[in-house]
T-cell receptor, first 117, second 114 residues
Framework: AQTVTQSQPEMSVQEAETVTLSCTYD???????LFWYKQPPSRQMILVIR??????QNATENRFSVNFQKAAKSFSLKISDSQLGDTAMYFC??????????????FGKGTLLTVNP | DTAVSQTPKYLVTQMGNDKSIKCEQN?????MYWYKQDSKKFLKIMFS???????INETVPNRFSPKSPDKAHLNLHINSLELGDSAVYFC?????????????FGPGTRLLVL
């Protein structure tokens, strides 16, 4: 079974600074996907960024970027120019093909990020 | 608005009751999911349906019965509610397109069993 580990239960950063959230995973699969989801106090689960394992290039979405190290099974999220609205719980998630054409997400336990003014 | 919607957003009920949570997506997706988020914020998949067919059932008690009347809807019915069922339940949907599947989540339903 796949496992996803987020070793930082909580982190804080000053507004406008950069912060990196860690994520490691364990799998014997070669083809899979990795995601970061954000859950603000509103409780909505919002996709931040995704990475296909077969791609060597790290994914980037505006201020959000990842450092994907496939051999090390590491998938960290970097948030640049942190904003107050980035305050949220961040979940790292792994997806492999579960059966047929369907996939299921396996989540880490989350990192609570607080951006301080 | 195109989205995944859930009703109700909040549900407070007594132990032993039966309740349902509804989920609808108008994204044209063919796969829908139910996830449970416990009090420690841990998210875990419960069920997955593809074109109304059950694909994933993750050792969930049979008091939980998903029903998919069509591929745009996936409802969750819970019989004989227990205190441990208190959680936030998220519906999600996805479409496999060239292997670039991404799941989009509804707003969640907070269930409190008293």
């Amino acid at each position: 079974a796949q496992t996803v580990t987020q070793s930082q239960p909580e982190m804080s950063v000053q507004e406008a600074e950069t912060v990196t959230l860690s994520c490691t995973y364990d799998t014997s699969e070669n083809n899979y996907y990795l995601f970061w989801y954000k859950q603000p106090p509103s409780r909505q689960m919002i996709l931040v960024i995704r990475q296909e394992a077969y791609k060597q290039q790290n994914a980037t979405e505006n201020r959000f970027s990842v450092n994907f190290q496939k051999a090390a099974k590491s998938f960290s999220l970097k948030i640049s120019d942190s904003q107050l609205g980035d305050t949220a719980m961040y979940f790292c998630a792994f997806m492999k093909q579960a059966g047929g054409s369907n996939y299921k997400l396996t989540f880490g336990k989350g990192t609570l990020l607080t951006v301080n003014p | 608005d195109t989205a995944v919607s859930q009703t109700p957003k909040y549900l407070v009920t007594q132990m032993g009751n039966d309740k349902s949570i509804k989920c609808e997506q108008n994204l044209g997706h063919d796969t829908m999911y139910w996830y449970k988020q416990d009090s420690k914020k841990f998210l875990k998949i419960m069920f997955s349906y593809n074109n109304k067919e059950l694909i994933i059932n993750e050792t969930v008690p049979n008091r939980f019965s998903p029903k998919s009347p069509d591929k745009a809807h996936l409802n969750l019915h819970i019989n004989s509610l227990e205190l441990g069922d208190s959680a936030v339940y998220f519906c999600a949907s996805s479409l496999k397109r060239g292997g670039r599947e991404t799941q989009y989540f509804g707003p969640g339903t907070r269930l409190l069993v008293l």
